[in-house]
């Protein structure tokens, strides 16, 4: 989607370096956001990238690109490519700690979630206009980091629990 605009303000002959900006920060931030993760809760690494991926759909919402503001498209590619390395690396670290014992089942689930949502964007990317696309994808998102807070909640409250029981025995 974000193609849709360096394709139509700045050429299609710009969408290689975009991606190419896109996969540098992607790369660069998924190694960085797992070796930080041993130093920052994890919570604050979502918290960082559900805002500043709501801050990059909100921007693209109110911006009308033109080719005069080169700096921006990079700097779109690559706030995107920061907010995917978190989600890919942190979701996948995430689940193979919630599904210790049953990774193959959990990451196959996931990878078929993930398989049906590509399928899903890539029918709707040229029925619907790019506005609603931001809308969609800002609900996902808010949806998805909703979730993600109800889950951490969850997990913090069972081991706050599990260790009341354990001292409890001793």
């Keep these: ?80 490519g920061i907010c995917d390395a978190v989600w890919q690396a942190q979701v996948n670290g995430l689940l193979g700690v919630l599904s210790e014992g049953k990774e193959e089942a959990a990451f196959s689930a996931y990878k078929v979630t993930e398989s049906v949502g590509f399928v899903l964007a890539y029918f709707i990317s040229s029925r619907l206009c790019t506005v609603y696309k931001l809308g969609i994808l800002m609900a996902l998102l808010l949806s998805g980091v909703t979730a993600y807070f109800v889950l951490e909640f969850l997990l913090r409250k069972k081991r706050v629990s599990t260790r009341d029981r354990r001292s409890e025995k001793s």
């Design 1 to 80: 989607m974000y193609m849709d605009f360096v394709g139509c303000a700045w050429g299609i002959r710009y969408i290689g370096y975009m991606m190419a900006c896109f996969h540098a920060a992607n790369s660069s931030c998924s190694f960085l956001s797992g070796w930080l993760v041993k130093y920052v809760d994890r919570l604050y690494i979502f918290i960082f990238a559900g805002l500043l991926h709501a801050s990059t759909l909100l921007a693209m919402f109110f911006w009308h690109p033109t080719p005069d503001h080169a700096w921006a498209f990079f700097v779109v590619a690559g706030a995107w």
